[in-house]
C-alpha cells in the first residue's frame, strides 16, 4: 500500500540568487507539501544538497522546517553549508548514517520524535552573509497515512515514559495519559505542534564561535545571553529547572584546520566535565587525515572524482553517536570548546553542533 512507503514530503529547488542574509520562504504548493484532508505524514529525515560555484561552497547558513505554517527552529535548525551539512544527501554518507528526526511507525514517544503534521510542510533557507549564486535543494522525507490506517500503524502511543542517564543514575519519568492515534490526535503526539505537556521534539541545533577563544586553554561557552553566538536558534548553553529537560545523543565539532587551536571538545553538565577530561578535537594536517572523534559533514577524499569534471562528488560524516546518552535537567548544562593554549581559536573558525530529545513539562 502506497501510505507505507517512504517517499519525498517537500521538495524545494532555489535556483538564481538569494540576497545575503535575506530568507527563501517557499510556499508548501511550491514545494509539493500539502497533504489531501483525511491524510497525515510524519518526516524522518532531511537531504541538503547544497550550493556549490565551481568547487566554492556558498554559504547556505540555516534550513528550518515548517510545519502546518509553524517554525521549529528552536527545536530543528540545519547548517546547509557544503563544508557543514547536517542532513547531507544520503547516498553520500559514511555507512549510511544519516541523521533521523526519530523512528516511524512507533509507539514510544522516545524514539518517536519525527515531525506531525496534518495539512502541510515547507522550508525556510536563510543566506549567510555573501550572495547565494549556486542552485540548492531541500528534500524532506518521511511516511503519509490515511486517518483510517493510524490505530492500525501505531496503536497507542505509551505513557508514562522514563528517561534514564545511566551515567549519573538518574530518571526522569514523564508523565501523561497514554494516547491513542488517531486522526485527531496527531498533533499532539511527539514531534507534533499541539502537544499537551511534557511536549516531547527532536533537537538539533549548530553554533558558531562568535569571539575568539581566551588561547588559555578555558572554556568557551556557545551561550547567547553573553553573545558568544549569533542568535538563539545557535544557544547550546541549558539553563533548566524542574520543568525542562535535554536528551544529548550526538554532539560534533569541525575544527579549525587551517590554525590548529583547537583543543578539546564536551559537555559541562552541573559543574563536571562529561566525558572525563573531554574529548581530544585536534587537526593535523601534515598527517593528511583529522584525529578528531567528533567530526562531522564534509571530509577528504572525495568518493569520487573524474578527470576534467568541474565537480567531485562530496562525501560526508554523520554526527557522532556518544557512547551514552546525557540528561540535563533541573541544572546548567553546555557545549564547550577549549584552545591549546598556544593561540586563540580565531571568531567563526570552529561550528558546533548537538542532537538530542527536548522535553517541556510546562504551556
Not at 528550518?64 to 521549529?72: E, Y
Not at 542552485?135 to 492500525?152: C, I, N, S
Not at 575544527?255 to 574529548?279: E, M
Not at 587525515?289 to 564534509?298: E, H, K, R, S, T
Amino acid at each position: 500500500m502506497e501510505h507505507f512507503e517512504l517517499r519525498v514530503l517537500a521538495d524545494y529547488v532555489h535556483t538564481g540568487v538569494q540576497v545575503a542574509n535575506t530568507w527563501a520562504k517557499p510556499s508548501p504548493r511550491t514545494v509539493m507539501g500539502e497533504l489531501e484532508r483525511d491524510e497525515r505524514a510524519e518526516v524522518v529525515f532531511a537531504e541538503i544538497f547544497p550550493p556549490v560555484t565551481g568547487g566554492a561552497e556558498e554559504l547556505l547558513r540555516k534550513v528550518i522546517p515548517v510545519l502546518d505554517g509553524q517554525r521549529i527552529s528552536e527545536y530543528v535548525s540545519l547548517s546547509g553549508i557544503l563544508s557543514s551539512d547536517m542532513a547531507p544527501p544520503r547516498n553520500s554518507v559514511w555507512g549510511g548514517r544519516l541523521y533521523s528526526f526519530g523512528a516511524p511507525h512507533n509507539s514510544n514517544p522516545l524514539l518517536s520524535t519525527t515531525l506531525k503534521y496534518s495539512e502541510h510542510i515547507t522550508v525556510e533557507c536563510l543566506a549567510g552573509n555573501a550572495n547565494i549564486n549556486a542552485d540548492y535543494r531541500v528534500r524532506l522525507w518521511g511516511y503519509v497515512y490515511q486517518e483510517a490506517e493510524l490505530p492500525k500503524v501505531f496503536g497507542t502511543m505509551i505513557f508514562p515514559a522514563p528517561v534514564t542517564e545511566r551515567t549519573r543514575a538518574r530518571t526522569l519519568t514523564l508523565s501523561k495519559s497514554p494516547i491513542p492515534v488517531n486522526g485527531n490526535t496527531w498533533k499532539t503526539l511527539p514531534g507534533g505542534k499541539d502537544q499537551r505537556i511534557p511536549k516531547v521534539n527532536p533537537f538539533i541545533r549548530f553554533a558558531y564561535n562568535l569571539l575568539a577563544t581566551d588561547a588559555l586553554q578555558g572554556d568557551y561557552q556557545f551561550r547567547y545571553d553573553t553573545g558568544r553566538v549569533s542568535d538563539s536558534d545557535e544557544n547550546l548553553y541549558f539553563d533548566f529547572d524542574e520543568l525542562d529537560a535535554l536528551v544529548v545523543e550526538s554532539i560534533g565539532v569541525r575544527v579549525d584546520g587551517a590554525l590548529g587551536n583547537l583543543a578539546k571538545t564536551g559537555l559541562l553538565i552541573d559543574g563536571d566535565y562529561h566525558p572525563k577530561g573531554l574529548l581530544p578535537t585536534t587537526w593535523r594536517a601534515a598527517w593528511g587525515i583529522g584525529d578528531n572523534p567528533l567530526q562531522f559533514a564534509l571530509v577528504f577524499p572525495h568518493i569520487h572524482y573524474e578527470a576534467g569534471a568541474a565537480q567531485e562528488i562530496p562525501f560526508w560524516y554523520a554526527i557522532p553517536k556518544l557512547d551514552k546518552q546525557y540528561l540535563v535537567w533541573n541544572e546548567k548544562g553546555m557545549l564547550v570548546i577549549r584552545d591549546d593554549g598556544v593561540a586563540a581559536v580565531a571568531i567563526n573558525s570552529v561550528i558546533v553542533c548537538l542532537t538530542g530529545i527536548r522535553i517541556e513539562m510546562h504551556g
